[in-house]
């Protein structure tokens, strides 16, 4: 029956997608415990606005997460953000380019099975020609299927959205919404994917609006943990 469930999602949708001009969004993103409070992350993300041609969009970003408790994270980041022209593949010159920093505080709450997270990020953009501050807040529930929490062979649902702002008119920037399914394989590897939307008041760091995505998060652990984590990349 799990196997069939996984085929259905992770397969299916592939092939619909394809179809229907929609670009994907792949994301890679390992984390290593150092210890049961601190872990740092690298995540490269590959975009194209259509799908896996024309690709548009590459970034590259690393950081470090203290996780307090299970109900409180603080994470420090930066990375390179390349928007290429739509039209091909890499297509010059560049749309935009940026040099980013945030700081980014995490709030869990537990109601039985159903997992939520509120993410809060103040970003520091650095453009070759500008210097632009955003703040961006993200509200995501996780529901284990079959299982009370995620853990090894479980299948999940997850459903977020997140509002991105920014400290001058217009101040609504983006508004991003993702559902899909992940499956723990191990708690080394998880496989999440799913249909994102995207729309932007003004488009000026990327262009596209609907994405297949597909994540492959990687947990690498020293030791044993006891705090509850939930699969999640950064995006």
Same mark, same amino acid.
């Given at each position: 029956m799990m196997r069939k469930l996984c085929f259905l999602f992770f397969c299916l949708p592939t092939w619909a997608f394809a179809q229907s001009g929609v670009g994907s969004w792949n994301i890679y993103h390992a984390k290593i415990e150092l210890n049961s409070r601190f872990s740092v992350f690298l995540e490269p993300q590959l975009r194209s606005l259509s799908f896996y041609q024309q690709y548009h969009y590459y970034e590259l970003k690393c950081g470090v997460n203290y996780r307090l408790n299970n109900t409180f994270g603080f994470s420090l980041g930066m990375g390179d953000y390349n928007t290429y022209q739509a039209g091909g593949n890499f297509v010059e010159p560049k749309q935009n380019k940026? !040099? @980013? *920093? /945030?700081?980014q505080m995490n709030l869990y709450n537990y109601l039985q099975k159903l997992k939520i997270e509120h993410r809060y990020r103040v970003e520091q953009r650095f453009g070759v020609h500008n210097y632009q501050n955003r703040f961006r807040y993200r509200f995501s529930m996780t529901l284990p299927i079959f299982k009370h929490k995620v853990e090894k062979k479980t299948l999940?649902? $997850?459903?977020?959205?997140?509002? %991105?702002?920014?400290?001058?008119?217009? %101040?609504?920037? @983006? $508004? @991003?919404?993702?559902?899909?399914?992940?499956?723990?394989? *191990?708690?080394?590897? *998880?496989?999440?994917?799913? /249909? !994102?939307?995207?729309?932007?008041?003004?488009?000026?760091?990327? *262009?596209?609006?609907? +994405? +297949?995505?597909?994540?492959? !998060?990687? $947990? %690498? @652990? /020293?030791?044993?943990?006891? !705090?509850?984590t939930v699969p999640s990349g950064e995006n």
């Open positions: 940026e !040099l @980013r *920093t /945030w700081a999940y649902i $997850n459903v977020s959205d997140e509002l %991105f702002l920014g400290d001058d008119a217009p %101040f609504f920037q @983006r $508004n @991003r919404f993702f559902v899909g399914l992940g499956y723990e394989f *191990t708690p080394l590897v *998880t496989l999440q994917t799913g /249909w !994102l939307n995207q729309f932007d008041y003004k488009i000026n760091d990327e *262009t596209g609006k609907n +994405f +297949f995505q597909i994540a492959l !998060l990687m $947990n %690498f @652990r /020293w030791q044993k943990k006891n !705090l509850e």
